[in-house]
């Protein structure tokens, strides 16, 4: 069955930084984009980056452009997200998504990201 597994969140101060990771199954991982989304504390779930299958197209929000990098390995079946400059407004659930350009097919569960000092 598919399966996208999310680690890496945490708690760190404003300024600092995280990886996110997401370890995916079940599917032929180069075959699909990658997205992260996340959602705050009473907001609904906002984009903040894709990758297409070959690694070598890259989208970003622009609350996130400049700090926020995203990558992946098809060897590992594997998505990332590099977070610097961290700031309050980041805290968030984290969500790794597999789909195309206009469909989210497949969700993790979410990994919890706050930043406070």
């Known amino acids: 069955q598919v399966q996208l597994v999310e680690s890496g969140g945490g708690l760190v101060q404003p300024g600092g930084s995280l990886r996110l990771s997401c370890a995916a199954s079940?599917?032929?991982?180069?075959?699909?984009?990658m997205k992260w989304f996340r959602q705050a504390p009473g907001k609904g779930r906002e984009f903040v980056a894709r990758i297409g299958g070959t690694g070598s197209t890259t989208n970003y929000a622009d609350s996130v452009k400049g700090r926020f990098s995203i990558s992946r390995d098809n060897a590992k079946n594997t998505v990332y997200l590099e977070m610097n400059s961290l700031k309050p407004e980041d805290t968030a659930v984290y969500y790794c998504c597999a789909g195309q350009l206009w469909t989210n097919d497949y969700w993790g569960q979410g990994a919890q990201v706050t930043v406070s000092s």
């Open positions: 079940g599917f032929t991982f180069s075959n699909y984009m």
